[in-house]
Structure formats: C-alpha cells, structure tokens
C-alpha cells in the first residue's frame, strides 16, 4: 500500500509536520474502551476519523490488523467507543515523539518511491502508525471501485483528523501561510471545516481538519 499511496500524495519538504502541534500532540488522556489510558504527556498524538463502515478494515478478524500495526509501528494504535449519532469513529494513535519510526531497507524504499523519488521517512513511530492508518481506511475506495459516501466525486481521497482548537492557528499559520504551503507541496485540498460539520464523536475543543485529494 505504501507505493500506491504516494501516487497520490506528494512528498513534503523542510519536514513541515514536525511543527509542534500539527500532530496534535498536546497534554491531556483519552480513555479507550477498556477505560486504559491512551496517552501522556510529551507524546504525539493524532486522532484520525474512519466511517464506521470501513472500522473492520482496521481492526481486522480478532483484532489482527491493528495489532500488526501496533507491531510493526511500535505505536499505540486504539479505536475509541461508537457515539450514537455518528457514522465515524475516532482512531487514536499515540507514541513518544521523539521514538523514531521503522527503517524501510532498501528494497522497500524503492517499492515505495517507485524507485523515482526518496521514500517518505515519518518523524516518529505516531507519524507512520497515522499513514498505515489511512492506508487502511482507504483501501477499497482506490482498489475496491468503492464510491465514497462522503463525496460525489468518486476518485477523491479524503481524510479527516480532530485537532484540538488551542494547536489550529500551527495548521493555519500566520494570515493562512502554512496551510496554503501544504496544499502547494501535496497538491490537496486541505481545509479546516466550520465548527457545523464536527462529528458528533468529536468533542467540544475540537476542531476538523480536511484533506481531499482527487
């Protein structure tokens, strides 16, 4: 999956995604369905939204997909409870953010690259969980011939992250210039929605962050 999802994701530059708050990374605990913490301070955080009919696709039978990412990772990777009302749910991923992520060797650097351009290297083990992530929640809509529900237009590629509103304004930068940089490097379409289009599986200090690719 990593190869194909670089067809539609350019690499960015000067490691936008290292500026504080981009991840989410904040203090503060969320609980998952076990009532664990999930996690703590000094650590990133990413909060991704999956719809609820593409879940099992992350979860897997028994829990074997999100436990290989966790695995492969070195992440922590939970999906919190369902919230009446919403059609998504709410993925957490977490790790230390100074915890480096797995090396690609070579050949798997080449895969990923399609031998034409430097893989994509994350920052940290969270950075790499939140691709694989995403590589699962959209896997049948690129190779499935899968519409998405959230779109009319059939080719798009969207993800959607709860940042909280105190880390916005790192998305956004001063009078929008970071934003707009990512969508010049990425080629996405990437807003921050108005506070009417939150889930209702986010919470109140939210905000929504939106990426489209088409």
Sequence with gaps: MDGNRRKYFKKPGNNLFKRKGVSSSRKGKWSDSHGEECSGDGD?????????????????????????????????????????????????????????????????GLAAGNGQQEAFEPHCAAQDALLKVHDRIVEEDLFGGMASDDDNDNNAVTARLLVPNNMVGCVLGKRGDVIQRLRSETGANIRVLPADHLPSCAMDTDELVQGKMF
């Design 44 to 108: 990133t955080v990413y909060r991704i939204l999956c719809p609820s009919r593409k879940i099992g696709g992350v979860i897997g039978k028994g829990g074997n997909i999100v436990k290989a990412l966790r695995e492969e990772t070195q992440s922590k990777i939970t999906v919190a409870d369902s919230v009446q009302g919403s059609d998504e749910r709410v993925i957490i991923i977490y790790s230390s953010s100074d915890k480096p992520p797995r090396k690609m060797d070579c050949d798997e």
